[in-house]
Nanobody, 124 residues
Framework: EVQLVESGGGSVQAGGSLRLSCAAS????????MAWFRQIPGKEREGVAA???????TYTDSVWGRFTISKDSAKNTLYLQMHSLKPEDTAMYYC??????????????????WGQGTQVTVSS
């Protein structure tokens, strides 16, 4: 099993930046995909960005060119660097991890390990 703890959320003005972190512990050697998801109350959870064991990345269209997903293997930590933030980016952001070597990296149902989330609020 893998335990995930997110941090780095907060409030920022539109156009600003934030960096989210996700600390992984437990059976981290089993991880193939790691990803960031976000959810607004009353709406479905949305895949934002994913990275696999080789460093290949996937992004949803709405964050392309603004967000960057990365990881520090030595620290067992996942990051999401967010620039040019918009009010529509406001959501609870969740970190996820899975050992599968196949599937859809931005699909909620593919992941079995989740953090508790960190809130991001972007004001206009």
């Amino acid at each position: 099993e893998v335990q995930l703890v997110e941090s780095g959320g907060g409030s920022v003005q539109a156009g600003g930046s934030l960096r989210l972190s996700c600390a992984a512990s437990g059976d981290t050697n089993s991880i193939y995909y790691m990803a960031w998801f976000r959810q607004i109350p009353g709406k479905e959870r949305e895949g934002v960005a994913a990275i696999d064991i080789h460093g290949d990345t996937t992004y949803t269209d709405s964050v392309w060119g603004r967000f960057t997903i990365s990881k520090d293997s030595a620290k067992n930590t996942l990051y999401l660097q967010m620039h040019s933030l918009k009010p529509e980016d406001t959501a609870m952001y969740y970190c996820a991890a899975d050992s599968l070597t196949w599937g859809a990296p931005l699909a909620t149902y593919e992941y079995g390990n989740w953090g508790q989330g960190t809130q991001v609020t972007v004001s206009s």
